[in-house]
């Protein structure tokens, strides 16, 4: 399959390109909702499925632009610990931004998140962290219904991924639309096109983890990428019920 982009192009849509547009990869056969962030105005699609509302694109939330709902924690934890790829805000318009876990779940630097029984006590139902108000990061039992009893190529995007066991009749059933994104850890941008991780909560008092899907369809659930305080993932928000 090929796309024309903005430029004229013909790309194929089996492998990664930045040059294809982020609605481009969700499944024209379902229908999808928006949601407009009100701290910058920046508008997402998003996908009611398995009773839930999830954002169908990945957050790109760097600031306010309406300084008259800023949050002033979330900004100072923030700081330093967010990146679009490669430190161009371009990438954001694709992938989203990605956080480290401090940024994600809106805490301070200084909490040791090794200890579980430390950061357990910063952990909130709907745990509303880098979300807009109104949303959370998900927990793990709001994954599992893509991830525990199907495969993961229901939920990830029709373009993309440098397999093309993403691109047959199951793909993005759920309509989620997850693209290969990579992640940042150590300094160092990592397996764009191959890989994502997406911040999960393992249960509202517990730890943290996250979700990896990778090009050989299957995820694993790993904490690792939390423990290294520099490691920055993807964001996927769910709508509060």
Avoid at 1 to 25: L, P, R
Avoid at 78 to 94: F, L, P, Q, T
Wanted: net charge negative.
């Amino acid at each position: 399959m090929y796309f024309c982009d903005n430029k004229g192009e013909w790309i194929n849509t089996q492998g990664w390109s930045w040059d294809i547009d982020k609605d481009y990869v969700v499944n024209p056969n379902l229908e999808y909702g928006t949601m407009t962030d009100p701290r910058d105005g920046k508008v997402y699609k998003t996908r009611a499925t398995q009773g839930m509302v999830w954002m169908a694109q990945n957050l790109d939330f760097r600031g306010y632009v309406d300084k008259s709902l800023e949050d002033s924690s979330l900004v100072e934890n923030m700081k330093g610990k967010y990146a679009c790829y490669k430190d161009s805000a371009e990438y954001c318009n694709v992938c989203g931004t990605l956080y480290d876990i401090h940024a994600v779940m809106n805490i301070n630097g200084s909490i040791d998140i090794s200890n579980p029984y430390i950061i357990r006590e910063y952990i909130q139902r709907n745990h509303q962290g880098v979300c807009p108000e109104g949303w959370h990061i998900p927990t793990q039992a709001e994954m599992k219904p893509f991830v525990g009893n199907t495969y993961p190529e229901h939920i990830a995007a029709r373009f993309g991924w440098e397999s093309d066991l993403f691109t047959g009749r199951f793909a993005n059933q759920q309509g989620l639309s997850v693209l290969p994104c990579g992640y940042k850890e150590k300094g160092v941008f990592e397996r764009v096109g191959y890989e994502t991780y997406i911040a999960v909560l393992d249960s509202p008092d517990v730890h943290f983890e996250s979700i990896m899907f990778t090009d050989n369809v299957e995820w694993n659930r790993d904490t690792d990428a939390y423990l290294h305080e520099d490691a920055l993932v993807s964001v996927r928000c769910v709508k509060n019920r």
